[in-house]
Structure formats: C-alpha cells, structure tokens
C-alpha cells in the first residue's frame, strides 16, 4: 500500500485546500473508493463540502478526516514549495502532509484495499470527510453527525486520522478530549479624560479584582483520564489608543479546556458569581466548542494498542490532551472513537513534513484495526 499512500499523499498536498475550500480533493477520494464500491453521498452545507462514503451494512466502522489545511504564512520560509508535495530524505514536505493529508491518504487506501480483499466483509466500512475542521468546524463533521443521527444511522466505532504520536509513531493514542468554551466578555465603564477620573469610571481598574481570581482559580484536580480544567485569557482590549483617555469598555476573551470534572452550566454559574461579586456591569456570550468525552478502554482502545504494539514494538500511551478535533462530535452518538496518525511535531508550521515510511506503517495499522473490529461485530 506504500506507494498508493504516498502519492494519494502527494495529489492531495498538490491541492491548495486552504479551509474550508477542499480544491478537489474530496472529488480525488471519491473517485477511488466508487471504484471499489462504496456508496457515495455528498453533503454541502454552507461553502464546506462533506463526502460520507460507506460499504456494505451493519455495525459502522469509520475513518474520519478532513481535507482542508491552515495557511502557509511566509511561502519565502519555507525550504520547498508547500503545495508540491516533495519528498526529501524520505520525508514528505507540504502544508497538510501531517495534519492531515498525510493519514487521510493513508485511511483510504487502506479502506479500498480492505473492500478490495474482502467484498462480502462484516458491518459497514464508512469514510467521513469534510473540508471544514482547521477554523469554525461549523458546517463539516458536526452537521454530517446531526444528518446521520436524525436519519438514525449510527457510527459505532470510529478512528479519527490526527496527527497524534509525539516522539516516535504509536507512541501515543487519544482517546478523549478536554472540553474547550470560550467566553467573550465586555466590561463596562465611563469614558473620560485621564486628568479627571473622578469623572469617569476606569473598567480596567475596576475589572482588576476579577481577573486575579478569574486567573487564579482552581476550577478541580483533574481525574485518572483527564488533566486540571485550565484557563487562558486569550485577548484583551481597551482604550482609544491615545494616552489621555480613561477607556470607556474592556474587552475580554478567555478559554477554558475544561474536564469531566466540571462542566459547561458550572463554569458560566462561577464566572457569573466572580463578576456580581466585583459589582461590575457586564455583558458575556459564551460559545463551546465541545463537551469533553472518553473512550474507554474496550473493543476499539484495546484493539488499536494491541495492532500498535505488533507493528510498531511500542506500547502506546492513552491521552486526553491537546486541543480540540472532530471527535468530540462524534463520541456523543455513542460512539468509540480514537484518534491515530504520524507525528505532530510539524504540524501548522513551516516546513511541515512526515516520514514517508510512518504513512505506510499508517496504512497498515488503519488496515488492521478495521479487520480486527469487523471480524467479529458486538
């Protein structure tokens, strides 16, 4: 399967999908798996475009990935062109190689071979595809899974093709996600001049108390799967710009990665609590991202470690850590769901890159994992 992969790989990278515009790609992967015999069946919504492939019937087994990438920044910085797809030193260069063109190559070719080597296989084989995962992911998995669930066609396992061995490949599987919220909050005042403030009212000054226990809080203490729920002020902003103007309003944006620990109603009670409690005059939109979820060890975790540990010699670390991906709107549906690719040390960086032979070994493990999980449906 090697070389299919590698120059799946390379036809992909060669597509400069920048989110959520896929520039064919879906197309590319459709053409193959149609020629294998999967059904195929497009599902726009808004300027993302979704592909949900499957074959034969029964208990799903899928791959989820998605063909859209981040910007390149600075094309001048890097050593060769990103959407090329140059090999070098037996590493694939290219914006996606491993985030996450490189193991969505890798997931169907593997899929097609399987269908190819066993047409009368067990339960269904499905691919999950969408252009829209690197920026809002509003319009991309997460409407495919409400789609799937109102027509009651259900996933009941499914591996997730994102970058996740850190050091050397299989060392590390996930098999959950922290939850992530965020909070855009506007902190009010009265604007006047700096030489006059008993005639104005200074929300940074005000805001001050709040944002030492905001920031200092300790929300729990993490659990056996997950680590403490952590909070981050990612931006912040006020005054007019000029240096004798008291500001009028602060503006605040602040994340929380939050834990099973907690959860969503809690953590919009407690910061409601904190700002009545400073008698600041407010105004808060939440949005969240995601719920957290686990996948705990069973049919899918045990397999996928016991694959990893025969290829591999490696015996691979569960994990929760790390951002959010497209699992967390496939775990809800009851799903077991893991996440398993090439490592992510590249990855959104200059010079992205994965070592060619990690995508073969990609392909087989995917390969494996499917036959071991359909030979013998719940």
Known sequence: MKNQIINLAQALIQRPSISPDDQGCQQLI??????????????????????????????????????????????????????????????????????????????VVAAETFVRNNPNHKGKVALLITSDEETSAKDGTVKVVETLVQRQEPIHYCVVGEPSSSKQLGDVIKNGRRGSITADLYIEGIQGHVAYPHLAENPVHKALPFLAELTHYQWDQGNEFFPSTSLQIANIKAGTGSNNVIPGELFMQFNLRYCTEVNDDLIKQKVAEMLEKYGLKYRISWHLSGKPFLTAKGKLVDTAVKVLQKMTQITPRLDTGGGTSDARFIAPMGAEVIEFGPLNATIHKVNECVDIDDLATCG???????????AEPN
């Open 30 to 107: 459709a053409e193959r798996l149609q020629a294998v015999g999967f059904k195929l069946e497009w599902l726009p919504f808004g300027d993302t475009l979704n592909l949900w492939a499957t074959h034969g019937e029964g208990q799903c087994f899928a791959f989820a990935g998605h063909t859209d990438v981040v910007p390149v920044g600075d094309e001048k910085q890097w050593l060769y062109p990103p959407f090329e797809g140059r090999i070098v030193d037996n590493m694939l260069y290219g914006r996606g190689a491993a985030d996450m063109k490189g193991s969505l190559a890798a997931m």
């Open 364 to 374: 087989e493990v995917y390969y494996a994992i499917l036959a071991d999980v359909l």
